[in-house]
């Protein structure tokens, strides 16, 4: 096992070495796919779309379905121009992840149909999302923008040519599973974050008597993931176990939930995150279990670096009514949340 921590110490270094220019090309290509989004607007399209880099707007974000929100609606562009969103918005994701972000938004499908009977539920709608771009595409100065909606939250700064934050990044999916087709909706059978969740049941399983006492911090799961829509992210201390105490394999799986989210982002800013957790120290992460040990039942799991945060809660129930059918996650940088130094 000396050999494999050998392995990824070379590979935090060369990751550490290249981050800089690999995320520089991908800011090269997020402004050019921002150029022909703007390009395509309406002047009083653009109005809406563009906000200050220094507005506080740029740090208002939420996962919930929003009455009003920053940035010009998805719903009003036309095909070309809803094409260039979804060009700027693949810009910042894998391929993955872009499918993830179009499953997500399908499943408003599903909600709006489930819950056409229920008096007063909210506006669901796959439209509903808002594009922003903040500052000018420049190759001095700092820029960015976002792409929100309900259950989905990206976040890019971008400063002086080169990425300096992809976070809050917020991934949600109700229902979990998809249990009953709906027109417009994903597959039936479809978890939209299915290893993100899995992984995290993977890990729980193999630790051992003493290791799940350390691990498991409550027996009742929280009623949602801390600061939504909060400006900063929570800074309390980690709880859990740290990675110090897992085993090789277990330390293989923690990483694996860990790159699961990751790599929804575009590669570039994939690595950056992970070389940023094992330069900081990959011991020093701590994983913590709150309620449920089974599928179906209400759960979440917290997992905390010196320089991220990430929650998954799973405790709602779908609109059929099935128990804890209904994520959501997000992802905080503890040292440069939306493009912020600490």
Known sequence: MVHLAAKFACVVVLLLQVAPALAQSRAEGMAAAANAFLAA??????????????????????????????????????PEQRQLALDLLHSGLS??????????????NNLR??????QGAPLRDPERYFITIFGEQTDAGAWGWSFEG??????????????????????GANPATLITFVEGGPEVGTRTLAQEEQLAFDLLTSLDQSQRAEAITADKPPADYRGPGQPEPPRSAPEG???????????????????????????????ARLAEIDASGFDRVHFAWQGAEKPGVGHAYRIQGP???????????DPAGNPANHIHSVWRSLNHDFGVAD
């Open 307 to 317: 320089t991220f945060l990430l929650e998954l809660v799973n405790i709602q129930s």
């Open 150 to 171: 309900h259950h989905f939250s990206q976040n890019i700064a971008v400063k002086d040519g080169t990425i300096v934050g992809d976070t809050p990044s917020f991934w």
């Open 241 to 271: 176990i740290p990675a110090k105490q897992l085993t090789d394999l277990q330390k293989e799986t923690l990483r694996s939930l860990l790159a699961a989210f990751c790599n929804n982002q575009a590669p570039e800013l994939a690595a």
């Open 41 to 78: 607007l309406t002047p009083e399209q653009r109005t809406e779309a563009v906000v200050a880099f220094d507005s506080p707007q740029r740090r208002d974000w939420h996962n919930i379905p929003k009455d009003d929100r920053k940035g010009v609606e998805f719903r009003a562009l036309s």
């Open 113 to 118: 149909e489930g819950e056409k009977n229920v």
């Open 95 to 108: 391929d993955e992840g872009y499918g993830k972000a179009l499953k997500i938004m399908s499943l408003e």
